[in-house]
Protein backbone atom coordinates (compact mmCIF):
# COMPACT_ATOMS: atom_id res chain seq x y z
CA UNK A 1 0.00 0.00 0.00
CA UNK A 2 1.36 3.82 -0.68
CA UNK A 3 2.54 5.66 1.91
CA UNK A 4 -0.16 8.53 0.60
CA UNK A 5 -2.91 5.52 0.97
CA UNK A 6 -1.91 4.98 4.33
CA UNK A 7 -1.70 8.49 5.64
CA UNK A 8 -5.29 9.31 4.09
CA UNK A 9 -7.24 6.46 5.61
CA UNK A 10 -6.12 8.60 9.33
CA UNK A 11 -7.56 11.67 7.92
CA UNK A 12 -10.86 12.46 9.78
CA UNK A 13 -13.76 12.69 7.91
CA UNK A 14 -14.10 16.32 7.72
CA UNK A 15 -11.49 16.59 5.43
CA UNK A 16 -12.63 13.80 2.95
CA UNK A 17 -14.64 15.03 -0.52
CA UNK A 18 -18.09 13.89 0.85
CA UNK A 19 -20.23 17.28 1.39
CA UNK A 20 -22.90 15.83 2.97
CA UNK A 21 -21.03 14.74 6.10
CA UNK A 22 -22.08 16.83 9.07
CA UNK A 23 -19.57 19.98 9.79
CA UNK A 24 -17.70 19.38 6.46
CA UNK A 25 -14.91 21.84 6.51
CA UNK A 26 -14.41 21.53 2.27
CA UNK A 27 -12.18 21.54 -0.30
CA UNK A 28 -11.46 24.19 -2.90
CA UNK A 29 -14.09 23.84 -5.79
CA UNK A 30 -17.16 21.85 -3.26
CA UNK A 31 -19.97 22.71 -2.11
CA UNK A 32 -21.34 22.08 1.48
CA UNK A 33 -21.73 23.20 5.13
CA UNK A 34 -18.48 25.36 6.38
CA UNK A 35 -18.26 25.28 9.84
CA UNK A 36 -17.82 28.93 11.45
CA UNK A 37 -16.04 29.24 15.03
CA UNK A 38 -15.22 32.27 16.31
CA UNK A 39 -15.71 33.71 12.98
CA UNK A 40 -13.06 31.54 11.49
CA UNK A 41 -14.06 29.49 8.98
CA UNK A 42 -12.73 25.60 10.05
CA UNK A 43 -12.29 25.29 6.47
CA UNK A 44 -9.79 28.15 5.71
CA UNK A 45 -6.77 25.92 6.62
CA UNK A 46 -8.02 22.93 4.89
CA UNK A 47 -8.21 24.95 1.60
CA UNK A 48 -4.70 25.93 2.35
CA UNK A 49 -3.49 22.96 2.90
CA UNK A 50 -4.92 21.62 -0.35
CA UNK A 51 -3.68 24.37 -2.47
CA UNK A 52 -0.08 24.13 -1.32
CA UNK A 53 -0.54 20.45 -1.75
CA UNK A 54 -2.28 20.27 -5.33
CA UNK A 55 0.98 23.20 -5.59
CA UNK A 56 3.64 20.39 -4.93
CA UNK A 57 2.19 16.92 -4.78
CA UNK A 58 3.65 16.17 -8.09
CA UNK A 59 7.21 17.58 -7.90
CA UNK A 60 10.21 15.00 -8.00
CA UNK A 61 13.46 14.93 -5.99
CA UNK A 62 15.32 17.85 -7.74
CA UNK A 63 12.47 20.44 -7.53
CA UNK A 64 12.52 19.52 -3.85
CA UNK A 65 15.78 20.24 -3.52
CA UNK A 66 16.43 23.74 -4.85
CA UNK A 67 16.29 26.45 -2.96
CA UNK A 68 12.95 28.43 -1.94
CA UNK A 69 12.51 31.73 -2.73
CA UNK A 70 14.68 33.74 -0.19
CA UNK A 71 17.60 31.04 -0.67
CA UNK A 72 18.41 30.11 2.63
CA UNK A 73 16.77 26.32 2.98
CA UNK A 74 15.54 23.96 0.04
CA UNK A 75 11.90 23.89 -0.96
CA UNK A 76 11.76 20.41 1.07
CA UNK A 77 13.23 21.95 4.03
CA UNK A 78 11.10 24.85 3.89
CA UNK A 79 7.52 22.46 3.83
CA UNK A 80 9.11 20.54 6.48
CA UNK A 81 9.46 23.46 9.22
CA UNK A 82 6.14 24.26 8.50
CA UNK A 83 4.77 21.19 9.17
CA UNK A 84 6.66 20.76 12.23
CA UNK A 85 5.25 24.33 13.18
CA UNK A 86 1.76 22.76 12.66
CA UNK A 87 2.50 19.96 14.37
CA UNK A 88 3.41 22.62 17.53
CA UNK A 89 0.87 24.43 17.33
CA UNK A 90 -1.81 21.36 17.63
CA UNK A 91 0.37 20.17 20.80
CA UNK A 92 0.17 23.41 22.06
CA UNK A 93 -3.86 23.28 21.67
CA UNK A 94 -4.13 20.12 22.97
CA UNK A 95 -2.10 20.93 26.30
CA UNK A 96 0.49 18.09 25.10
CA UNK A 97 4.18 17.98 24.68
CA UNK A 98 5.56 18.94 21.29
CA UNK A 99 7.33 16.00 19.30
CA UNK A 100 9.75 16.29 16.72
CA UNK A 101 8.13 15.54 13.09
CA UNK A 102 10.18 12.29 11.75
CA UNK A 103 11.99 14.10 8.45
CA UNK A 104 11.78 10.90 6.27
CA UNK A 105 14.36 10.28 3.72
CA UNK A 106 11.96 10.51 0.42
CA UNK A 107 10.49 14.27 0.38
CA UNK A 108 7.62 12.90 -1.84
CA UNK A 109 5.99 12.24 1.67
CA UNK A 110 6.20 15.66 3.10
CA UNK A 111 2.53 17.06 1.49
CA UNK A 112 1.25 13.55 3.07
CA UNK A 113 2.81 14.46 6.55
CA UNK A 114 1.36 18.43 5.96
CA UNK A 115 -2.32 17.31 5.56
CA UNK A 116 -1.97 14.62 8.68
CA UNK A 117 -0.54 17.49 11.22
CA UNK A 118 -2.88 20.32 9.70
CA UNK A 119 -5.86 17.08 9.92
CA UNK A 120 -5.22 16.70 13.78
CA UNK A 121 -4.83 20.74 14.43
CA UNK A 122 -8.75 21.18 12.45
CA UNK A 123 -9.81 18.47 15.06
CA UNK A 124 -8.53 20.73 18.42
CA UNK A 125 -10.35 23.71 16.24
CA UNK A 126 -8.90 27.05 18.52
CA UNK A 127 -10.14 29.70 15.92
CA UNK A 128 -6.96 31.83 16.61
CA UNK A 129 -4.64 28.67 15.97
CA UNK A 130 -6.43 27.83 13.01
CA UNK A 131 -6.39 31.56 11.76
CA UNK A 132 -2.29 31.63 12.70
CA UNK A 133 -1.74 28.04 10.93
CA UNK A 134 -3.23 29.04 7.44
CA UNK A 135 -1.65 31.89 7.37
CA UNK A 136 1.41 30.12 7.98
CA UNK A 137 0.18 27.63 4.83
CA UNK A 138 -0.35 30.49 2.59
CA UNK A 139 2.67 32.25 3.02
CA UNK A 140 4.74 29.15 2.39
CA UNK A 141 3.35 28.36 -0.40
CA UNK A 142 4.13 31.70 -1.85
CA UNK A 143 7.66 31.31 -1.16
CA UNK A 144 7.60 27.85 -2.91
Request: net charge positive.
Amino acid sequence: MRLAAKLIAFLPANLMIDASAPGWVGRVGGVGGVRRVGGVSLGELGRAVELLVRQVRHWQQPRWAATATGGNMSRADLLHRLVQEIANLCADAEGGPRRAVPRLDNDLALPDQLRVVAADLIAAAPPEVLARAAAEVTATRETL
